[in-house]
């Protein structure tokens, strides 16, 4: 149980154009998840907390007009990288929060993105 | 400032030994804690929760809590060099919107 997905593993883009990237919860409802980047041989960053038809909270520094995230149902969460830019290069990762349990988060499988 | 501290490692242990992790957290008001594994290019995996004083044992692996030293804990039993991996420790509070402080992990390595 507590699977989480996401789409796509690995994505490249050019300068300037946008990516979304998708997060499902397969085998429960999610009202929380949460949106973070890792950068090479460093530690998780949370960038922003993804409520279920609420607006997301962003973490300090983390610019919400480029970094779009949307969360219409209990089960999917959806995060745009807007007008990328090389240093946007990263490894973004989804977590979910079981509805109801004690704050633990289930990851997905992260998405690899390379702005060229 | 919330605060989870952890030694960066590189912790080096023999195969079938007992690897010693440990985590120190600032925030009295901490109730939930969590052990995370994350392999080098992967997402990291719940290994261990723990939310009360003493200890929990999962086949291999023993979470450990002391909150009155504000310490937590994670050994691993005959150690594998599957284990061989960057353990993350993350505290949680009631009014932190939910969200997990995460320490910056420690590398072990597990040596055949």
């Known amino acids: 149980g507590a699977v989480v997905s996401q789409h796509p593993s690995w994505v490249i883009c050019k300068s300037g154009t946008s990516v979304k990237i998708e997060c499902r919860s397969l085998?429960?409802?999610?009202?929380?998840m949460f949106w973070y980047r890792q950068f090479p041989k460093q530690s998780l960053m949370l960038m922003a907390t993804?409520?279920?038809?609420?607006?997301?909270?962003?973490e300090q520094g983390v610019e919400k007009d480029k970094f779009l995230i949307n969360h219409a149902s209990l089960t999917l969460s959806t995060l745009t990288v807007t007008s990328a830019h090389p240093e946007d290069s990263s490894f973004y990762i989804c977590?979910?929060?079981?509805?109801?349990?004690?704050?633990?988060?289930?990851f997905g499988p992260g998405t690899r993105l390379t702005v060229t | 400032q919330k605060e989870v501290e952890q030694n960066s490692g590189p912790l080096s242990v023999p195969e079938g030994a007992i690897a010693s992790l440990n985590c120190t957290y600032s925030?009295?008001?901490?109730?939930?804690f969590f052990w995370y594994r994350q392999y080098s290019g992967k997402s990291p995996e719940l290994i261990m929760s723990?939310?009360s004083n003493g200890d929990k044992e999962d086949g291999r692996f023993t979470a450990q809590l002391n909150k009155a030293s504000q310490y937590v804990s994670l050994l691993i039993r005959d150690s594998q060099p599957s284990d061989s991996a960057t353990y993350l420790c993350?505290?949680?509070?009631?009014?932190?919107?939910?969200?997990?402080?995460w320490g910056l992990g420690t590398s072990l390595a597990v040596n055949p």
């Open positions: 977590s979910a929060r079981i509805a109801g349990s004690r704050h633990e988060q289930y």
């Open positions: 085998d429960f409802q999610a009202t929380t």
């Open positions: 993804s409520n279920e038809g609420s607006k997301a909270t962003y």
């Open positions: 925030d009295r008001g901490s109730q939930s």
């Open positions: 723990i939310y």
């Open positions: 993350a505290v949680s509070s009631a009014g932190n919107n939910r969200k997990l402080i």
